[in-house]
């Protein structure tokens, strides 16, 4: 299986994807649209990966590259490739499925509950996880759920935290990817969001430490990643 990340920040690691991606032997290749704009053929992909962001996906002119890659995205899309939006990628795929994306009420940064907003099947690998979920979430914008989408989650921050398109386009506004490196690295490189008091934005030290939402996040993205996997071979 080919799978293309589009990653966002220089210091952003793929986190737990890239340990599925190797146990499974599966082929991944990262994209920076700021600084490599030649995209692979949308035939050649099996699964896109847009990962998450410190921009707007309404910041085009600040981020001219952008318009490029909402260009890739879209023609991925066209072809029914699989696609999973992650935070930024989740806001994305919201407005080129005809939603829109601003400035969220609140902040909502540490790690924080969603709730379910679907009837899990017991059948339905995907979404077979608990009503309540304790996930990890950075993120200042938000966006409204297009047509033709189920709406999956939503938290006391953020009305809108995931959707599925198809059965082929999955977005989440959090970050089930992230592993102890990759929390370091937004300490480290992000910490003025924190300095900004919020409702839902947690300070440092309740951030580190949770080894045990880590686990949980990574056996839901592994869970995510195995439908994904199926998906594409049945197809």
């Avoid at 994305?92 to 540490?110: A, D, F, K, N, P």
């Avoid at 003025?192 to 949770?210: N, P, Q």
């Amino acid at each position: 299986m080919n799978i293309y990340c589009l990653v966002h920040l220089d210091f952003e690691t793929l986190g737990n994807i890239r340990d599925w991606a190797c146990e499974k032997e599966h082929s991944i290749s990262v994209i920076m649209p700021s600084e490599n704009q030649i995209y692979p053929d949308p035939n050649n992909i099996d699964l896109l990966i847009i990962m998450g962001g410190l921009m707007s996906v309404y910041q085009e002119d600040e981020y001219p590259w952008l318009r490029q890659e909402k260009e890739f995205v879209s023609s991925v899309l066209s072809c029914r490739k699989a696609v999973y939006g992650i935070c930024f990628g989740a806001q994305m795929l919201s407005e080129l499925l005809g939603g829109q994306v601003s400035r969220s009420q609140y902040r909502e940064i540490g790690w924080h509950k969603v709730r379910s907003l679907v009837e899990f099947d017991k059948n339905d690998r995907l979404f077979n996880v608990q009503n309540d979920l304790t996930v990890f979430q950075w993120h200042g914008d938000t966006f409204t759920l297009p047509s033709e989408c189920r709406r999956l989650f939503e938290s006391d921050a953020c009305h809108e935290q995931g959707f599925i398109y198809g059965n082929n386009v999955l977005a989440l506004q959090f970050h089930l990817e992230v592993d102890e490196s990759c929390v370091e690295n937004l300490l480290e490189n992000c910490s003025s969001d924190l300095a900004e008091k919020g409702k839902y934005v947690s300070s440092g030290d309740e951030i580190r430490g949770r080894d045990d939402l880590l686990e949980a996040s990574a056996n839901l993205m592994f869970s995510i990643l195995d439908w994904f996997e199926e998906m594409i071979e049945n197809t």
